[in-house]
């Protein structure tokens, strides 16, 4: 157990916090033990004036969780009583905090009709956040966040070729906690199969590859 969550940077005008708590459930939940990487990723997106820092609850303790002026949760369908628990632990400690949702868990659940599930969170992201998450923190600076929808949906899919870093610097004081970790090489896929969401997302039915060069650079040591 890491003893605290600490932000990167005291020095920032705002900040934001992602908050990671999987369900821990199925025999493919391994997985969980991964880094997450949809926070890492993101983390490299945030504008310059905000300090990041990530809880992932499997190994920081989510009671000593820093104030943030957002938290950003993410999930899949089997983590929605895990985000909700997650969710009200921090929102009973910061209430006046803004409280964000994305991931596969919020296109998923619109496509079954159920996003009212999620109703609690301030702001719902569908799709990438690469290019979303940076206008709403951006918008956020100003306080015009508050003209934006509760449903905040990518026009499109994010060109990966102009995908960043992942914040290493944030992982290297947790690798050690970590089963392995997941490296992002393309997203999409050509190929139909039939218990896949990964076909019918979007402009997903085809490769979308990233250049050999980021992802070298990517793979390169954190120690
Ligand atoms: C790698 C992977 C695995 C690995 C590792 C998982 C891990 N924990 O790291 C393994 C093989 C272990 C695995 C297992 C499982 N997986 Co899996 N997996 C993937 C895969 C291929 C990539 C996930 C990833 O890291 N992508 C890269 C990151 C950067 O993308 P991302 O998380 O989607 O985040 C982006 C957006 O969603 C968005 N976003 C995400 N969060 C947030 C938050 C905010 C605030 C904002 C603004 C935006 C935002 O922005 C990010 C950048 O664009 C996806 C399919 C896919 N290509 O997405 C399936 C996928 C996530 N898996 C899926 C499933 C079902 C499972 C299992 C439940 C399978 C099973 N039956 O056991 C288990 C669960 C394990 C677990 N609890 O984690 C489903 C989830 C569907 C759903 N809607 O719930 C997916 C989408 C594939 C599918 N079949 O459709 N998985």
Not at 119 to 148: K, N, V
Not at 179 to 189: I, K
Request: contains cysteine.
């Amino acid at each position: 157990m890491v003893a605290s969550v600490e932000p990167d940077v005291n020095q920032k005008s705002f900040a934001i916090t992602f908050v990671h708590n999987p369900d821990i459930r199925y025999d493919q939940n391994y997985g969980t033990y991964f880094a997450p990487l949809w926070a890492y990723t993101l983390a490299s997106h945030v504008p310059d004036d905000w300090s990041v820092t990530i809880c992932d609850c499997k190994i920081d303790n989510i009671h000593e969780v820093v104030r943030s002026d957002v938290f950003a949760f993410s999930g899949i369908n089997q983590d929605l009583d895990s985000i909700r628990k997650a969710h009200d632990l921090v929102k009973e400690k910061y209430p006046d905090s803004t409280f964000i949702l994305g991931g596969p868990i919020t296109w998923s659940l619109r496509e079954e009709g159920k996003l009212s599930y999620l109703q609690y969170f301030d702001y719902l992201f569908i799709m990438d956040g690469e290019e979303t998450l940076p206008m709403f923190l951006s918008a956020f600076e100003d306080a015009s966040y508050r003209d934006l929808p509760q449903i905040i949906e990518a026009e499109a899919r994010f060109p990966i070729q102009q995908a960043k870093n992942i914040r290493i610097d944030l992982l290297k004081p947790k690798i050690e906690h970590y089963y392995g970790a997941v490296l992002e090489v393309s997203r999409g896929c050509p190929i139909l199969c039939e218990f896949c969401d990964i076909r019918v997302l979007p402009g997903n039915n085809q490769s979308n590859n990233k250049p050999v060069s980021l992802i070298i650079r990517r793979t390169g040591p954190v120690s």
